[in-house]
């Protein structure tokens, strides 16, 4: 069992930067792959990035590649999601999720953690 806590979300005006934490427990952290998916209103649950146990594998959207970066430090359990040049379509509720697999779909995550906002205004 893994539990996920992301943090670091807020109000951002275009062109800002923000980075997002998940702090996980209660599994081996440097074992489980790491995901990051976002949720607009009214839209589909969207990857956006991935990074393996090992942070040596890394997958990103096309949307965001450029702009976001993933990584994650083994000693504090914890994975971060770093977003730059921040764009009014990056408005969403952001979840870290956790897993075996180093994937970019939904169904490769048996651990979600609650979400945090990101608004980014124009």
């Known amino acids: 069992q893994v539990q996920l806590v992301e943090s670091g979300g807020g109000l951002m005006q275009a062109g800002g930067s923000l980075r997002l934490s998940c702090a996980a427990s209660?599994?081996?952290?440097?074992?489980?792959?790491v995901g990051w998916f976002r949720q607009a209103p009214g839209k589909e649950r969207e990857f956006v990035a991935a990074?393996?146990?090992?942070?040596?594998?890394?997958y990103y959207a096309d949307s965001v590649v450029g702009r976001f970066t993933i990584s994650r430090d083994n000693s504090k359990n914890t994975a971060y999601l770093q977003m730059n040049s921040l764009k009014p379509e990056d408005t969403a509720l952001y979840y870290c999720?956790?897993?075996?697999?180093?994937?970019?779909?939904?169904?490769?995550?048996?651990?979600w953690g609650q979400g945090t906002q990101v608004t980014v205004s124009s």
């Open positions: 999720a956790a897993g075996r697999l180093t994937g970019s779909t939904i169904n490769s995550y048996a651990y």
């Open positions: 209660g599994r081996t952290f440097s074992s489980i792959a």
């Open positions: 990074i393996s146990g090992s942070a040596g594998t890394k």
